[in-house]
Nanobody
Framework: QVQLVESGGGLVQPGGSLRLSCVAS????????MGWYRQAPGKQRELVAT???????MYADSVKGRFTISRGNAKNTVYLQMNSLKPEDTAVYYC?????????????WGQGTQVTVSS
């Protein structure tokens, strides 16, 4: 099993910044994808950014140039630096880890952290 714990959410004014962190523990393989998704009230969960071993980093168009995803040296952590935040960035942000054991692909989710952008 894999556990993901997010931190770093909160209330910030428009134009401000926040940095989200996610630490994964448990049975983690060296090759995996880690990323961030978000879900606003009344909307479906959407991709924000992902970083996969050996693959290009992907960003949602709405956050390109403002958000940066990065991995820790131990590869069991992922960060999301969010700059120039907008009210439409308000959502619950979820950390995701995906990995294969050679037979099947498994996805794991954190409990989510609230980000609210408001004046």
């Amino acid at each position: 099993q894999v556990q993901l714990v997010e931190s770093g959410g909160g209330l910030v004014q428009p134009g401000g910044s926040l940095r989200l962190s996610c630490v994964a523990s448990g049975n983690i393989f060296s090759i995996n994808h880690m990323g961030w998704y978000r879900q606003a009230p009344g909307k479906q969960r959407e991709l924000v950014a992902t970083e996969a071993s050996g693959d290009p980093t992907m960003y949602a168009d709405s956050v390109k140039g403002r958000f940066t995803i990065s991995r820790g040296n131990a590869k069991n952590t992922v960060y999301l630096q969010m700059n120039s935040l907008k009210p439409e960035d308000t959502a619950v942000y979820y950390c995701n880890l995906g990995q294969s054991n050679g037979i099947s692909w498994s996805n794991y989710w954190g409990q989510g952290t609230q980000v609210t952008v408001s004046s």
